[in-house]
T-cell receptor, first 109, second 114 residues
Framework: GQNIDQPTEMTATEGAIVQINCTYQ??????LFWYQQHAGEAPTFLSY??LDGLEEKGRFSSVLSRSKGYSYLLLKELQMKDSASYLC??????????WGAGTKLIIKP | ETGVTQTPRHLVMGMTNKKSLKCEQH?????MYWYKQSAKKPLELMFV???????ENNSVPSRFSPECPNSSHLFLHLHTLQPEDSALYLC?????????????FGPGTRLTVL
């Protein structure tokens, strides 16, 4: 079967760095997406990785290792507005997104 | 603002009611999707439309009936729902459903079935 695993909840401090991990087992691989979802709002696109390596966008970076079936999202200089759920999704061989259950990130002052 | 709008934002209905959810995208995309999001569960893909044609029905019960009159509009018609259908229903769009295109989401309709 297809499976995406990510921690249910994480807590971090304002100004710090946090790493959210995602491991996957899917039928084929056409890229990995990270989305941010604030409570009651739409998931918004953060990053896309299809090759091994790093993608950076401001304070957010995503890293992919296809051989390990693993990705992580790195958030730097955390701000209170970063409190949200972070969703990992893998696009399989049929170009369907397989989703993790999301990681709820709580930022404390 | 992601360019995808959904109405209503909240809906409460009884099990015998009939209601419809509406989604509109202003991004010029060709593919549209319905997802169900339940608390602490992964998003569940329900339906996919590409150029107005349904390309995916993920074994969704017939009490959910989608309609896609054009590439910009998507509806989900609801009838005789069950309490376990209470969830957040998300609409998304992408350039095409057959490639690794980013999906853009609407804010969702929070559905409660009594």
């Amino acid at each position: 079967g297809q499976n995406i695993d990510q921690p249910t909840e994480m807590t971090a401090t304002e100004g710090a760095i946090v790493q959210i991990n995602c491991t996957y087992q899917t039928s084929g691989f056409n890229g990995l997406f990270w989305y941010q979802q604030h409570a009651g709002e739409a998931p918004t696109f953060l990053s896309y990785n299809v090759l091994d390596g790093l993608e950076e966008k401001g304070r957010f970076s995503s890293v992919l290792s296809r051989s390990k079936g693993y990705s992580y999202l790195l958030l730097k200089e955390l701000q209170m507005k970063d409190s949200a759920s972070y969703l990992c999704a893998v696009m399989d061989s049929n170009y369907q997104l397989i989703w993790g259950a999301g990681t709820k990130l709580i930022i404390k002052p | 603002e992601t360019g995808v709008t959904q109405t209503p934002r909240h809906l409460v209905m009884g099990m015998t009611n009939k209601k419809s959810l509406k989604c509109e995208q202003h991004l010029g995309h060709n593919a549209m999707y319905w997802y169900k999001q339940s608390a602490k569960k992964p998003l569940e893909l329900m339906f996919v439309y590409n150029f107005k044609e349904q390309t995916e029905n993920n074994s969704v019960p017939s009490r959910f009936s989608p309609e896609c009159p054009n590439s910009s509009h998507l509806f989900l018609h609801l009838h005789t729902l069950q309490p376990e259908d209470s969830a957040l229903y998300l609409c998304a769009s992408s350039q095409d459903s057959g490639g690794a295109d980013t999906q853009y989401f609407g804010p969702g309709t929070r559905l409660t079935v009594l």
